[in-house]
């Protein structure tokens, strides 16, 4: 069973760049064929994809979003990360990290982190 | 990018009722249709993938179908704990969800 735990700061001033990372158990980020995905929810509101990684190292974003996006795979420490620049209040949400399963899409997820961007 | 629409916003219904839920594609997604169920304060969980095959662990009583443009998750008898948001999902990258479908106590 995989487990997903995010981490990272919860408040990100608007104009910086916001980091979470995930930390991955019960399976890794570099072996098999598995997605590895950011997803985020304002509050009240719904899910929105972000993107994700391949464990080959490929990556897929969010169009409205990308040039803003980075995720990438830390294989020694068995975890990603996203990282998203210029934030504004409009970033402002739960976000969650997610991983597929076999032939699903997120079948498991961390429980989310909240981020508010505020001066 | 594919557009997902889902209906109805907000479904009222009581405990033994029949309920169905709508989502609809912008375009073909064939059978790359995933449905999700979220309770607040909680991450989504995974209800049902490829459109109509069930999670290991979920209830018989949620089903879904569809392929092409137009798919429905149907509960064919409301529970206690089926009271909470619903999410359609296409899953050709890059992915989309739907707005979500609360799912209330009438």
């Known amino acids: 069973q995989v487990q997903l735990q995010e981490s990272g700061p919860g408040l990100v001033k608007p104009s910086q760049t916001l980091s979470l990372t995930c930390s991955v158990s019960?399976?890794?980020?570099?072996?098999?064929?598995?997605?590895w995905s950011w997803i985020r929810q304002p509050a009240g509101k719904g899910l929105e994809w972000i993107g994700r990684?391949?464990?080959?190292?490929?990556?897929d974003y969010n169009p409205s979003l990308r040039g803003r996006v980075i995720i990438s795979v830390d294989t020694s420490k068995n975890q990603f990360s996203l990282r998203l620049s210029s934030v504004t209040a409009a970033d402002t949400a739960v976000y969650y990290c997610?991983?597929?399963?076999?032939?699903?899409?997120?079948?498991?997820w961390g429980q989310g982190t909240l981020v508010t961007v505020s001066s | 990018d594919i557009q997902m629409t889902q209906s109805p916003s907000t479904l009222s219904a009581s405990v033994g009722d029949r309920v169905t839920i709508t989502c609809r594609a912008s375009q073909r997604i064939s059978i790359w249709l995933a449905w999700y169920q979220q309770k607040p304060g909680t991450a989504p969980k995974l209800l049902i993938y490829?459109?109509?095959i069930l999670e290991s662990g979920v209830p018989s009583r949620f089903s879904g179908s569809g392929s092409g443009t137009e798919f429905t998750l149907t509960i064919s008898s409301l529970q206690p704990d089926d009271f909470a948001t619903y999410y359609c999902?296409?899953?050709?990258?890059?992915?989309?969800f739907g707005q979500g479908t609360k799912l209330e106590i009438k």
């Open positions: 997610a991983t597929d399963g076999s032939g699903t899409p997120e079948r498991y």
């Open positions: 019960g399976g890794s980020v570099s072996s098999g064929s598995s997605y």
């Open positions: 990684i391949h464990t080959s190292g490929s990556t």
């Open positions: 490829q459109a109509s």
């Open positions: 999902q296409q899953y050709n990258s890059p992915y989309t």
